[in-house]
Structure formats: structure tokens, C-alpha cells
């Protein structure tokens, strides 16, 4: 079982820039993809952002492509995001998922990943 802890979370005005980071532990991480989603209030939990366990294959949900950036760190066994130009509608619980297929690379969904962090909120002012 993987554990994964969230940081950087918190409350931003439209337009600023904030830097998610999820730390995993409890298996290799570097076999495996990695995910960011988000829910907000009152909607569906929806991917936003995935990498493969190499970081050569990524996908994002369109509404965040050209703003966020995902991004991992296999030696700290650590997966970013990084948020700009940050919108009202990115308010959110966002977590970190871990996949559960080794070193699997595809368009990635909900169904591929198996463990999820506790979650942080976003929160973006306008």
C-alpha cells in the first residue's frame, strides 16, 4: 500500500500561481504513474493531469492545458504541480493518485489509479 502526502495548497488570487507537491512512500515509486485530480463543490472528482512512471507520457484535462504543469522527481519520490494563471473555476480539493499498473503509459483515467491522498484545498479569489 502507498501512502501519499500533500502540500501547498491554499487560498490565491485569479490569475496567481500555486505549486502542489504529493510525496509517496511504501513501494518503488518510479514503476508507476501518478495523478492529479480535483473535485470541487457539489461535482464529480475529475482527472486533472497525469504523468507516466518516466515522465515521458503526460496528459491534461483541457481546462487546465497551458496553466498547469505536472511534473516528478523519481530521486525524491516526489510528483509536482504546478498551477498559473489560476481561475476561479480551479477552486478545489485537489488529490494525488497513484497508479497501480508498473510502468504503464496511456491515456490515463480514474479507473488506473488505486491510491489517493488525504487531499488540499485550492482556493482561488476573484
Known amino acids: 500500500q502507498v501512502q501519499l502526502d500533500e502540500s501547498g495548497g491554499g487560498l490565491v488570487q485569479a490569475g496567481g500561481s500555486l505549486r502542489l507537491s504529493c510525496a509517496a512512500a511504501?513501494?518503488?515509486?518510479?514503476?508507476?504513474?501518478m495523478g492529479w485530480f480535483r473535485q470541487a463543490l457539489g461535482k464529480e472528482r475529475e482527472l486533472v493531469a497525469a504523468?507516466?512512471?518516466?515522465?515521458?507520457?503526460?496528459n491534461y484535462a483541457d481546462s487546465v492545458k497551458g496553466r498547469f504543469t505536472i511534473s516528478r522527481d523519481n530521486a525524491k519520490n516526489t510528483v509536482y504541480l504546478q498551477m498559473n494563471s489560476l481561475k476561479p473555476e480551479d477552486t478545489a480539493v485537489y488529490y494525488c493518485?497513484?497508479?497501480?499498473?508498473?510502468?504503464?503509459?496511456?491515456?490515463?483515467?480514474?479507473?488506473?489509479?488505486?491510491?489517493w491522498g488525504q487531499g488540499t484545498q485550492v482556493t482561488v479569489s476573484s
Open positions: 504523468i507516466s512512471w518516466s515522465g515521458g507520457y503526460i
Open positions: 493518485a497513484a497508479g497501480f499498473r508498473e510502468y504503464y503509459s496511456g491515456l490515463y483515467s480514474q479507473r488506473d489509479f488505486s491510491s
Open positions: 511504501g513501494r518503488t515509486f518510479s514503476r508507476y504513474p
